[in-house]
Each structure stands twice: as C-alpha cells, then as structure tokens.
C-alpha cells in the first residue's frame, strides 16, 4: 500500500523546537522528490520545504535559515527540524511525494501525487 504517515506534531511556545518525521511504505522511495507543505488556518496551502533523490534541497522564504529538511533512503523517512518557531508556523503539516523526474526538489504541491494525512503544529506565543 502506498502511504506518508506524518508523525512529531504538537504544541510548543515561541522560540522552541519540534521535529516532524514522515515514514513511506509502498513505493521506492530512494527515486522520489519530497517535500513539506503547510496550511496555515484560512491561507492556501505552500510548501515549505523539498529535497530530491540526489539530496538537494530548497526551501520557502520563511523556512531558510530556521529548518532543514532531511531524509534517510534506508528508513524511508522525510525529516523536518524546525526551530525557532513563531506562531506564524501554527499550521497543519503535510508530507508529500512524486517520482523525480526532474533532477530537483520542488514546492510546487500541484505536482505531487502521494500524501500524508498531516500533523498539527501549534506555536503559543
């Protein structure tokens, strides 16, 4: 069965820390594109942050600097460490997967054919 299960949500105050981690099955998930999409309450969905099979990565404006997407081929699990969170990050975080066809990582979410359920995230101030 193909499948993203996010996991690593939460709440947690302004200024602190959480890492996300999303486990694939069903696919092969070395030749995949991932990324981190987000919907905040009452905005689109955007993507946060993307890595390719060759392990480059690109990331939203509001994500440089503050996280780092990662991934482990042999435990077929997408990581996002997020730090520095603000309550602008509040949002429901989505794990997404497409075949790489292009060579890089992408935020475009239209492209992207397996997903997760998502993970609450809540930042308090």
């Known amino acids: 069965r193909v499948q993203l299960v996010e996991s690593g949500g939460g709440a947690v105050q302004s200024g602190g820390s959480l890492r996300l981690s999303c486990t694939a099955s069903g696919f092969y998930f070395s030749r995949y594109c991932l990324t981190w999409f987000r919907q905040r309450p009452g905005q689109e969905r955007e993507g946060v942050a993307g890595i390719d099979s060759q392990g480059h990565t690109i990331y939203s404006d509001s994500a440089r600097g503050r996280f780092t997407i990662s991934r482990d081929n042999v435990k077929t699990t997408l990581n996002l460490e997020m730090n520095s969170l603000t309550p602008d990050d509040t949002a429901t975080y989505y794990c997404?997967?497409?075949?790489?066809?292009?060579?890089?990582?992408?935020?475009?979410?239209?492209?992207?054919?397996?997903w997760g359920q998502g993970t609450q995230v809540t930042v308090s101030s």
């Open positions: 997404a997967a497409m075949e790489d066809y292009r060579g890089h990582p992408s935020l475009s979410g239209g492209q992207f054919d397996i």
